[in-house]
């Protein structure tokens, strides 16, 4: 008799091999999220400290714009502080929860320039990882990366 079909080990040759590619390709993910996600996070803070260098730059509403660094979020403001703050401008920016920021927590713009007395470091960290991004502030209010 002639039977046509798969027999249980080659089923089970086939099945094995489909796990292992999946434990690789999940390893693989699992180890690039993290970082990109600390990427995208410090694109992002990079976007709103441009965004309030340009505001004040440009005078929008006759206001000097600052940004706000807290450990969980990023604020655009308008106002001379955090502080001292016009709370009906603001534009909060929460990070993910596994993201933490440290470093400068105020960049406030000066009219015409753009330039900034608030020169530093800012870093955000992935805390389940340790993968970290620092953006870099310096008095001309340049953001690098």
């Given at each position: 008799?002639?039977?046509k079909g798969f027999t249980m080990?080659?089923?089970l040759l086939v099945l094995s091999v489909f796990v292992i590619l999946f434990g690789i390709v999940g390893s693989i993910s699992r180890n690039t999220l993290p970082s990109t996600q600390?990427?995208?996070?410090g694109d992002a803070v990079e976007e709103v400290l441009r965004k309030a260098q340009a505001r004040t730059v440009s005078r929008?509403?006759?206001?000097v714009w600052g940004v706000h660094i807290a450990t969980t979020s990023?604020?655009?403001?308008?106002g001379p502080s955090y502080a001292a703050r016009t709370a009906a401008y603001d534009e909060l920016r929460a990070f993910p929860s596994a993201i933490t920021a440290s470093g400068l927590?105020?960049?406030?713009?000066?009219?015409r320039t753009g330039a900034t007395s608030n020169t530093g470091t800012i870093?955000?960290?992935h805390v389940l990882t340790g993968d970290s991004n620092t953006l870099t502030v310096n008095?001309?209010?340049?953001?690098d990366q």
């Open positions: 008799m002639d039977q080990v080659e089923l600390v990427k995208v996070e929008h509403g006759d206001l990023v604020t655009l403001f308008a927590a105020d960049v406030i713009f000066q009219f870093t955000l960290t008095a001309t209010g340049s953001v």
